[in-house]
């Protein structure tokens, strides 16, 4: 079960983006995450009339390491760590560590 999630919104806390907040778009695999408008580079992409690429300098969002993310709590309006707890029911939710409110519940 992983900590962030896709929909999530996070804050960058390092990097040349920190600071910035933005919705996690995908998991690129178990340690990076992709999040909207956040760690944008400019590529070179070379024209291929076969595909119908048009060539010339593209803007694209690069993944971020999950270590330099985390989720944005809307009750403090800041970045806060994530844990895990069982209900009693037998269910396992996210809680924020500030204030131990349950995510997405």
């Known amino acids: 079960m992983e ?3 896709k929909g999530d919104d996070v804050v960058v806390i390092a990097g040349k ?3 910035k907040r ?3 778009v995908q998991r690129t695999d178990a340690d990076h995450v992709l999040v909207a408008g956040v760690n944008r580079v400019k590529k070179h992409v070379k024209p291929n009339p076969v595909k ?3 060539g010339g300098i593209t803007e694209k ?3 971020l390491h999950v270590s330099n993310v985390l ?3 809307p009750m403090t309006k ?3 760590r994530v844990g895990f707890k069982t209900l ?3 269910t396992k939710v996210r809680f924020f560590k500030s204030n131990g409110e349950v995510l997405g519940a």
């Open 3 to 5: 900590k962030i999630r």
């Open 71 to 73: 989720l944005y709590n």
């Open 17 to 19: 983006d920190k600071g």
């Open 88 to 90: 009693e029911d037998g």
């Open 52 to 54: 119908g690429v048009v």
């Open 61 to 63: 969002e690069m993944p």
């Open 78 to 80: 800041k970045a806060d």
């Open 22 to 24: 933005g919705a996690v």
